[in-house]
């Protein structure tokens, strides 16, 4: 809100030094962010937080300021009293829904001529922010500004019937308002009716039809207390915000309306020719009663951590315009403004206290007590993984947890599981995303238009699905990326670019930094976004706990990624309980173990992981590893099949192996090989 | 004849002195051990002139002599051969670049993130793990936000429903605590949370916060203080000024803004700071009695504080990052300086 300091000062004496003005306004809980406007005519820009609905005006504030430094305020040309003479024209004022409008007060004023309000109006309404219009809008806008009471002015002699009617709208029912919009209203929105339709939306805007006009001659005043709650859910509904619906939402004065009214009143008859006409209509069904807070200084104490006097709790409330009661040692009743709708608890006194008092003021101390700190169950698993995968030089990311259009596309999920946001800010936030796979992809894509094209990265977080009974399913998930050459050129002739056997080496080498239960990586897998010869699950325990591959190539194109990109998605609450098994000690070899290497040709129908299951299903105990050190195909090796050299680690945990023994295993494997698989050796 | 050996000894000595190299070794012990020809040969030749008792002193001396020479000999030719084989061997250029390992880059954010955690977990704190899709009763109605208030336009909501939403903050930690844990109560929670606002240098959809809830048996607003202090201290790594004004959050009361003296210019006023000395580093108060209440804790015999605050803006202030959509774009150029 801006606020003049010259307009300010009408109200309350300011400290010479508008330096200290601002910072103790800032040190009270009413910030100002900035000043501006011209050296002689400054202007404070104050952030109200929406709690302090009664310093949205010059009043409200100068009150504020007034208790700060013990200044009277001086409010006698807004607060006096209106007498009413001429009331020759008849009108009435009725409240069909006093649960949404508890009180409207209204009036006619007769012999208006409608045009420019005095420069010093317009002036004080500029440096506030508002534009100058003519003299009966611009004193609306004034008294709005002085006594934070919104009013309306009705051109009278377009209201049908004489009659004012504060009722819910009909479901449907449509109205054109000031902006020129035709808004459709629902039935729980509060309407102010004439006597033939809708000629405003209740504490929003008025209507079109009963706007004020140069042509304008009697006005019919409007100032009325509206249930807060409604006119937020009006004002949001519709998507219109105003001056009006701003202070109305937040709470206004239910006793404010006689005042403000009163004010305009005068200010009509001066600078407009008004002239009352018809008689001022206070309806009030039911009378709100002032808000009334216990409250005890030794409350105040406990929950401060400060030693309080009760003369200063006293004085403090006063200044405040609050009315305690003594009730007792240190115990008051307190009777509230009407103006702090704010008021409710005794913590809200308390506060007002504290602020009076000064946070700074308040001693700083250690909370008693001891507790056991702990970590979330997933953290130090993550933390593993987080060094592991940094150590073997994949860096860490964070993407967005939004899909867009495309993405969901590419990387769907099962039918009804996308879970899409009803109101997405761009394009991009249609959906939450089902994977990290895509955001890794982007990453890397911004990357490569930066000219970095040899990329790893990873990613620990969340991705969302809608389950089948359409609950949400918010999981942990661990993605990784790699693409690009394997290291940075260098003299020492190391090269080649990352391919699967990479991705599929680290994860390996991860999943063995994580002491996780035997893990398969195998080949049967349809995921739509990897290409289908590059691609594998990956199994423990008989469950698929992620996938991993070569992006589909026609998605790669489509991308534009221009380079083949290696990508793998591990669920990471399926992997976690399978990680840090229990260690058991195993006693370290006495005796030498021995190689063996075998080379042979056979066909490529066989999969590396069925020979080596051959060899393993032979059972001999002292195989203690087993390793694939060559691969070769074409050159002499007929098409179809290729050349392989397994290595053989021999180990007798009894005793040294004899070179018989030895001869008479690898013998064994050679004979299975050609038995099973037709492997000839080389 | 002592004088004689001696002699003799020293010329040796010269020899070998002067010899460099193996093949001149050679030489030398051609020149005085050689079956033809050797000096030392030459001499024992000299044993059968010699009178009956004196040959076996000379003998002896001769033998001695022979003896000094080839352990003599084969020390010196060890000692050049190693130095030969030194030289021989072929030198590298150290100063190359060594093969490039490299370690991934750590998040910025992320860094943080352990980091605050580790504090909390220090000071006694029982870190949640909480949902980033929430029900609107976590994040808005149990923090005394009922629909309809003011306060949730502060925080512009994604929904997907009309009681399920992206969270908005990490408050919900409150909510989640409270009806998990009966006081003694300290929980935090860090993650990532929503707020429909564009993208821009200061402002994205998503972003990360921790948040933080005390609840005991006399739980005052110093003790507040004294909590945002230590853990302030910790998180900046540096000593700094703290300070508390009146503030507005539904679901603290009282509630305060919390700043800190400018880390830049240690208070005395720079561009970073609008020269007020001061930055606002997060949201703070006492445990609204509602809330409280709403989570089935008694107000009447516990109170609480709670405080919550942006990551990302720290990580922006540590490092000093000129734009939050650095974090979420993963630029190997960015997170390669962390």
Known sequence: MKISIEWLQQYVELPENLAKLREDLTMAGLVVEAVTGAPDAPVFELEITSNRPDCLSYLGLAREIGAMYAKRVKSGRAAKALHVADLSIPYSIEIRDPDLCPRYVGLVLDGIRVGPSPQWMQRRLEASGMRAVNNIVDITNYVLLECGHPLHAFDFDRLRGGKIIAARARSGQKMVTLDGVERELDGEMLLINDGSGPVAIAGVMGGQDSEISTATKRVFLECAYFQPASIRRTSKKLGLSTEASYRFERGADWNGPPAAIARTCRLMQQLAHGRVAGSLQDVYPVPINPVEIELSCKHAENLLGVNLKSAFIQSTLKRLNFRPVRKGKGKWLVECPTYRADMELEADLIEEIARFHGYQNIPTTVPAGTTVGEPSSLYPYERSVRAILLGLGYSESINLSFANEQENRCFPLPEGQALQIRNPLTEDTQFMRGWLVPGLMRAAKHNFNHNQRSVRLFEVGKVFRRGEDGAVVERNSLGILGTGSLSPPNWLGASGDYDFFHLKGMIVGLLSGLRCAPAEIEPILQISWLDEATSAALMIGGRRVGVLGRLDPDLEEELKLKQAVYVAEIDFQELYPHLFSAVRFEPLPRFPSVERDISFVVSKEFSYHSLRQGILELKIAELAALDLIDVYEGGQIPAGRVSMTLRLTFMDREGTLTVDRVQGFSDNIRSSLRDQFGAENR | ?338
């Open chain 2, 1 to 338: 004849m002592n004088a004689w050996m001696e002699d003799l000894r020293r010329q040796f000595e010269q020899d070998l002195a002067q010899a460099a190299g193996l093949d001149q070794l050679k030489s030398v012990r051609d020149k005085w051990l050689a079956r033809e020809g050797g000096i030392i040969t030459g001499e024992m030749k000299r044993l059968r002139d010699l009178p009956k008792e004196e040959r076996p002193a000379f003998g002896q001396a001769m033998n001695q002599l022979r003896e000094f020479a080839e352990v003599r000999l084969e020390e010196v030719r060890t000692a050049v051969q190693k130095a030969e084989q030194q030289k021989s061997r072929k030198q590298i250029d150290v100063t190359r670049p060594g093969f490039p390992f490299a370690c991934g880059a750590q998040h910025p954010i992320k860094q943080l993130q352990a980091e605050i955690a580790e504090i909390f977990v220090s000071l006694g704190f029982k870190v949640f793990d909480l949902p980033e899709v929430e029900k609107d009763y976590y994040n808005f109605e149990a923090l005394n936000m009922p629909r309809n208030h003011p306060a949730r336009d502060a925080q512009d909501t994604f929904y997907f429903d009309d009681s399920l939403l992206l969270r908005t903050h990490c408050s919900t930690v409150q909510v989640h605590a409270m009806e998990s844990m009966k006081p003694p109560i300290r929980a935090v929670s860090l993650g990532k949370v929503y707020r429909r606002d564009p993208f821009d240098a200061t402002h994205s959809p998503m972003f990360n916060q921790v948040d933080v809830l005390v609840v005991d048996q006399g739980i005052t607003m110093g003790d507040l203080k004294g909590m945002l202090e230590v853990f302030l201290k910790k998180v900046f790594h540096t000593e700094l000024r703290m300070r508390l004004r009146p503030g507005f959050f539904p679901f603290v009361e009282p509630g305060a803004e919390v700043d800190i003296s400018c880390i830049f210019c240690r208070g005395t006023g720079c561009r970073i700071c609008k020269q007020s000395g001061w930055i606002e580093i997060l949201g703070a108060g006492m445990v609204h009695p509602k809330v409280l209440r709403m989570s089935g804790v008694d107000d009447s015999r516990y109170s609480g504080f709670a405080w919550g605050m942006g990551i990302d803006r720290v990580a922006i202030l540590k490092y000093g990052v000129n734009d939050i959509r650095l974090f979420f774009e993963n630029d190997l150029r960015f997170l390669s300086q962390f």
